[in-house]
């Protein structure tokens, strides 16, 4: 999982409840990503940041805020709002077009 | 746009076997594909890429990948199969820009003793 690290592992919340998810790396890469991953299915793509200060959305950001305060972090915070907020979350960094993804955090929601 | 297609959800393959886990891809250009793997309840893990050059792209485990550019496809191959070779395997193509990745519905891969 190189130097990405995601806490925690394993995540569980009250429906109606905001939950921040950590992603720390320490590869000096400019671009973060957060993906969202359900039983059986490939990667979704929630929000990517390609320099500190800026992300943009991917294909399924509603119900999902970032911030990219410092080039290390990109938190990624499920909120309320998020109709279906199980799922297996991954975060990755990349420099070019490769990317090196943290051990991912299974958020359950009940 | 940029896409890749893995046509099979899983594949069973005996220990000792080759296998081939099968992508195709449709993009502008000359392509860039990857190859990842995921092991249960881990993150993705880079395998192989193809930039340009040679149309067998060796990566990591001893998994190989063949470039077909007629028939568009980027297949990973690995001449015996090993029971720890059950995973998840990803193809993948990056966007146009903005270093973003698409990435296939993946393949479960089986390998049973």
């Known amino acids: 999982d190189g130097g990405i690290t995601q806490s925690p592992k394993y995540l569980f919340r009250k429906e109606g409840q905001n939950v921040t998810l950590s992603c720390e790396q320490n590869?000096?890469?400019?671009?973060m990503y957060w993906y969202r991953q359900d039983p059986g299915q490939g990667l979704r793509l929630i929000y990517y940041?390609?320099?500190?200060?800026?992300?943009q959305k991917g294909d399924i950001a509603e119900g999902y805020s970032v911030s990219r305060e410092k080039k290390e972090s990109f938190p990624l915070t499920v909120t309320s709002a998020q109709k279906n907020p199980t799922a297996f979350y991954l975060c990755?960094?990349?420099?070019?077009?490769?990317?090196?993804f943290g051990p991912g955090t299974r958020l359950t929601v009940t | 746009a940029q896409s890749v297609a893995q046509p099979e959800d899983q594949v069973n393959v005996a220990e000792g076997n080759p296998l081939t886990v099968k992508c195709t891809y449709s993009v502008s250009g000359n392509p860039y594909l990857f190859w990842y793997v995921q092991y249960p309840n881990r993150g993705l893990q880079f395998l192989l890429k193809y930039i340009t050059g040679d149309n067998l792209v060796k990566g990591s485990y001893g998994f190989e990948a063949e470039f077909n550019k007629s028939q568009t496809s980027f297949h990973l191959k690995k001449p015996s199969a090993l029971v720890s070779d059950s995973a998840l395997y990803f193809c993948a193509v990056p966007y146009s820009s903005a270093s973003k990745i698409i990435f296939g519905s993946g393949t479960r891969l089986s390998i049973r003793p």
């Open positions: 990755a960094s990349g420099q070019g077009s490769e990317q090196y």
């Open positions: 590869l000096n890469h400019d671009a």
């Open positions: 940041s390609q320099i500190v200060n800026d992300f």
